[in-house]
């Protein structure tokens, strides 16, 4: 598929998909004729967009997106050490999740005195 229907598929702008490729976050594309400027993106390129976007969405850094996608991607690594590594990743996923079920939680605490005399003494 080129580069519109990509965009169009992943609800992304063409400037974040060059952004993103720019990046490495996307595999380099070749261009299969020299004489026009198309690429030709794959289901995986979408596939992998959509994680990105998801994963912005939650809050994610592009490093720490481009960290899990090198892992799962690179044969350099052992199937141990991409455990290893996925696994530190969860781990800070849990984390992010243990922060924000207590921030929800005190944002949830305000909102229940917004109105009430206040009565937070020393």
Same mark, same amino acid.
């Given at each position: 598929?080129? &580069? ?47 994680? &990105? ?70």
């Amino acid at each position: 598929m080129r &580069i519109g229907e990509l965009c169009a598929k992943a609800e992304l702008p063409r400037d974040t998909v060059r952004y993103y490729e720019r990046q490495g976050l996307l595999e380099k594309i070749p261009q299969p004729n020299a004489s026009n400027n198309y690429k030709v993106y794959s289901a995986v390129d979408l596939q992998r967009l959509k994680m &990105i976007k998801h994963a912005k969405m939650l809050g994610f850094t592009l490093a720490e997106i481009a960290d899990v996608l090198n892992i799962w991607v690179e044969d350099r690594f052992s199937v141990e050490q991409k455990r290893a590594s996925l696994q530190r990743k969860l781990a800070q996923i849990d984390e992010k999740e243990a922060a924000l079920t207590a921030l929800r939680a005190g944002i949830v605490q305000a909102l229940n005195k917004v109105g009430q005399p206040c009565d937070d003494a020393f």
